[in-house]
């Protein structure tokens, strides 16, 4: 259905959006926390109070664009919040980072309201750009072409973790050195924002420009009888379920990464930190390289097994990180993140293609378009469980002797372990049997020729 071009007009729009939310969530914690000197909990807090805003602002305008009549938008059904949300959430990202242009450091409790303020700012412009952009996604792939176009996607993503990993690990380094962000000197925070923000919108210009909409027959619908069609959708409700329980472990680490680099695998500088964050960048290229063909081969669901599977091996070791007197820190950290990474890969980039198909797959059996309503409605359960992850790392960083940091893999993989039984319970792979089946078609036709 798409040009080459086009899919990478589509996909590299993620580049800009995922920049911004990349930095967020890693940063965000930390620098409420160390920069702007707010309690540990409060920061936590914050950010968990973002991810309920974005769990909302998902399934609103997720089903917003799904149902709006498309001959009273000249920007059309999905463009519109595209072309109006990129704006805003660039606007939202700045603000959130310059609180330390408007209010004193002494004054910590209206630091914590700026936080909350523009943190949910942020993640509503979030919700409302990206899941009528996502739904847009299943409208102009067919089933054939969607990993392809997560890879794309994907390569975008991690491509802004790259860049934000540097920004963060800069500015961290910078900040941690001159222990003061007051007034001018928290230029750079200002000059980045900008720069992120510029960036994130300028990078929708090529998809809006190129990619036309589906034209859709506008259909009057109930926004209760629709939420009640998609949790009739069996796959669908035990996808959420599954990875709302494993994302409270994904963003417990998430958040305090930044600690676990600089205190745990005590890299200091920019010199040392950036070096392990390029060796895992291109352990996840190669993740990529490798998961696209087999989650296409094998199926989507038999390659999410197999990575949690490992990653449940895997994830709890960090408690010998530095326990290993025959290797060096700085190794045991490498060989750590790179295999981490290698398996977390799947994570990421199959999501986009399960919610696809099996948005594409209730079209095909109901005649109407539900893909703005399964991409954000699924905000909802997996949002709690990011906030919830988000309140664990902010108490759980306050503890002494480094707990929640040494510990960090045996309690994040506790909700993994949780969460696979219930996922293994879904079929995501819902055209999978039909190409096989037109595979052996072809086989007997040629036989018979």
């Known amino acids: 259905m798409l040009t080459t071009r086009q899919k990478i007009s589509y996909g590299i729009c ?38 309920i805003a974005i769990a909302i602002s998902g399934f609103v305008f997720g089903y917003l664009s799904d149902v709006i009549d498309p001959s009273k938008r000249k920007l059309g059904r999905r463009k519109f919040f595209i072309w109006t949300g990129a704006p805003l959430l660039a606007i939202s990202f700045i603000m959130l980072f310059t609180p330390h242009l408007f209010i004193p450091v002494e004054q910590q409790t209206m630091r914590f309201v700026w936080l909350i303020i523009w943190n949910s700012m942020f993640h509503l412009f979030y919700g409302y750009l990206l899941m ?45 050195e001159t222990t003061k962000i007051e007034g001018t000197s928290g230029i750079w925070l200002l000059v980045f924002a900008i720069v992120f923000a510029i960036v994130e919108v300028a990078l929708f210009l090529p998809a809006l420009l190129t990619i036309k909409e589906k034209p859709i027959k506008f259909v009057k619908r109930n926004i209760w009888k ?3 069609v998609t949790l009739k959708n069996r796959n669908y409700v035990i996808y959420m379920i599954s990875f709302s329980i494993m994302w409270v472990g994904v963003i417990y680490v998430t958040a305090l990464l930044l600690d676990f680099i ?51 091996i895997w994830i ?22 790179i295999v981490a990474v290698f398996f977390i ?11 696809g198909d099996i948005a594409d797959k209730d079209e095909r059996d109901t005649s109407l378009n539900r893909a703005g309503l399964y991409t954000g409605f699924k905000n909802i359960p997996i949002n ?59 086989i007997l036709e040629n036989k018979n020729n």
């Open 14 to 51: 993620r580049l800009g959006t995922s920049l911004l939310l990349n930095v967020v969530t890693v940063f965000t914690f930390w620098a409420y926390k160390d920069m702007f000197e707010i309690p540990a909990e409060l920061s936590g807090i914050g950010n968990a109070i973002g991810k």
């Open 132 to 176: 009528p952009y996502q739904a847009w996604y299943v409208e102009i792939t067919n089933d054939d072409e969607r990993i392809g176009v997560s890879a794309i996607q994907n390569v975008s993503n991690l491509s802004a973790s790259l860049i934000g990993a540097g920004y963060i690990l800069f500015i961290s380094d910078y900040y941690g």
């Open 226 to 228: 629709e939420v009640k």
């Open 262 to 312: 600089h205190i745990i695998l005590e890299f200091d500088t920019n010199a040392e930190t950036l070096p392990f964050a390029a060796a895992l960048f291109v352990s996840t290229i190669l993740a990529y390289a490798f998961w696209t063909p087999v989650g296409n081969k094998i199926g989507k669901k038999k390659a999410l097994a197999i990575s949690y599977v490992v990653l449940i």
């Open 316 to 337: 709890p070791l960090t408690p010998l990180i530095g326990k290993i007197t025959f290797l060096p820190l700085a190794v045991q950290g490498y060989i750590f993140g």
């Open 345 to 355: 890969a799947p994570s990421f980039l199959l999501p986009y293609a399960i919610i």
């Open 384 to 442: 709690i469980g990011q906030a919830i992850g988000y309140i664990m790392a902010g108490f759980l960083s306050a503890l002494p002797d480094n707990f929640g940091l040494t510990w960090l893999g045996p309690i994040s993989v506790v909700f993994l372990v949780a969460g696979l039984p219930i996922f293994l319970l879904g079929n995501y792979d819902p055209f999978m049997k039909k190409v096989e089946v037109s595979k052996n078609e072809e």
